[in-house]
């Protein structure tokens, strides 16, 4: 029994110095106008397909990037449209590390951060497009994620799809932190 004691008295030691470091930074993505788990709210939806929203991009910011973050993607991705594949509403790549907020109606690629670049979405344009599920459908997931990437550009452009800008995202990310809301009609 001795032996047991003296044994853990340098583990609880250790145990007790590493619960006195400061715990790693979690990423958070957050949003004045999207809630987790709650409605997006009409100025978001898309206009056509049936839609007449405004299709503002909603206002985001994040915080806790790991080190060694050089760039981030942002991706908003629907997996409950009725495609096979999801639907991708904006893919934007080439963030600045020092990007930590877009502000709300920034959805058009000439009004993002220098040097970021906005892929197509599955609207076939270079912006946001917001939330249009068909009519009758349940309401849809809208998944917000931020990614922190090591490098500063991914090597693609703006004919990139939203797909291929989440394989590079979930290729390479340092961490990532999402957002889920909601949308039906």
């Not at 060694?68 to 999801?86: E, H, K, Q, R």
């Amino acid at each position: 029994m001795r032996i047991s004691l003296l044994a853990t008295g340098p583990a609880l030691a250790a145990l007790l110095a590493l619960s006195a470091l400061p715990a790693a930074a979690e990423m958070v993505l957050t949003s004045p106008d999207i809630s987790e788990g709650k409605t997006i709210g009409e100025d978001f939806i898309f206009d056509g397909f049936g839609c007449t929203g405004p299709n503002l991009s909603p206002a985001l910011s994040w915080s806790g990037a790991p080190e060694g973050t050089n760039s981030f993607i942002l991706t908003v991705y629907d997996p409950d449209a009725p495609t096979g594949s999801g639907f991708w509403h904006w893919s934007l790549f080439d963030l600045p590390a020092s990007t930590t907020a877009l502000p709300r109606g920034i959805g058009t690629a000439a009004a993002l951060p220098a040097g970021a670049m906005a892929a197509r979405n599955d609207y076939s344009q270079n912006a946001w497009g917001g939330p249009c599920p068909p009519q009758g459908d349940k309401p849809h997931r809208y998944i917000f994620t931020v990614y922190a990437m090591p490098q500063e550009k991914l090597g693609i452009d703006e004919t990139a799809s939203g797909a291929v800008v989440g394989f590079f995202a979930h290729a390479a990310a340092l961490d990532h932190a999402s957002l889920t809301a909601i949308y039906g009609r």
